[in-house]
């Protein structure tokens, strides 16, 4: 599932190709996209140049020349899949932006869970999301003052994205691991110096994310981390750190991974 790195990656590959572009048309090929999408927003969008495609946690916004905006969400599988207008569509595209330079960008999402919708000028389409990862502004002791009213489990508390946006199942366990903080501790007992060295942590995952040489850059389909994991996955390997197994729980549903040595 793509997350803040996976997103950030798609939008680099994608920015080239349609900053600065006008949309020709845009073509809904799925009930979900159609659902999300209607008639009416379709024909606000079409004729538009998109100015620059930013990010805010796991969605993507389209800054539209009238100030309101495209936004898409990847949710499950989604990635974009640039090619000419003529070609046939990709396998999975669930909707496809035609641009006035004959290119065609088309997002592929097996499983349809993705989504893009359309917001007037001066609408916030993510309100209520928590703070980026790598603002400066978000300090350890703003962090810290978000976990301390919350007494979920840590890790259930970096996915809600109210707390810190763009973070998800495989950071999360990857930033409790840096940091050596144990899954299940509740997000009110991390103390100051802790709640600095997780958000350090937090900081560090999603930067191996994004800078690992590993990954493949020169396909559409790359939105899957395919850099090493330290713990995610990992049930019954042995620590990288302490040697111990790494052990799978499950919180809301959800697998975790982590080390009963070396996360306290
Ligand atoms: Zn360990």
Known sequence: MPELPEVELAIRRLRPFVEGRVLRAVARLHPSTRRALP????????????????????????????????????????????????????????????????????????????????????????????????????????FRAALARRRAAIKLVLLDQRVLAGVGNIYAAEALWHAGVHPDTPADRIGPSRAARLLDAVRLALSRGLDEPGRVFA??????????????????????????????????????????????
Request: with cysteine; net charge positive; proline share 7%.
């Open 219 to 264: 396909t559409a389909q790359t939105t899957a981390t395919t850099h090493e994991l330290m713990v995610y996955g990992r049930d019954g390997e042995p620590c990288r750190r302490c040697g111990r197994r790494i052990r799978r729980v499950v919180h809301g549903a959800r697998g975790t991974w982590y080390c009963a040595g070396c996360q306290r």
């Open 39 to 142: 008639p009416a927003h379709v024909r606000a969008a079409v004729g538009q140049r998109v100015l620059a495609v930013a990010r805010r946690g796991k969605y993507q916004l389209f800054e539209l020349a009238r100030g309101d905006r495209l936004v898409a969400h990847f949710r499950l599988d989604g990635d974009w899949n640039v090619g000419p207008a003529d070609a046939p569509l990709p396998r999975y595209a669930r909707l496809a932006l035609a641009l006035d330079d004959g290119r065609r960008v088309s997002l592929v999402d097996p499983r349809a869970f993705a989504t893009v919708t359309w917001h007037r000028a001066g609408e916030d389409p993510v309100a209520g999301l928590g703070p980026e990862p790598f603002d400066p502004g978000f300090t350890p002791a703003r």
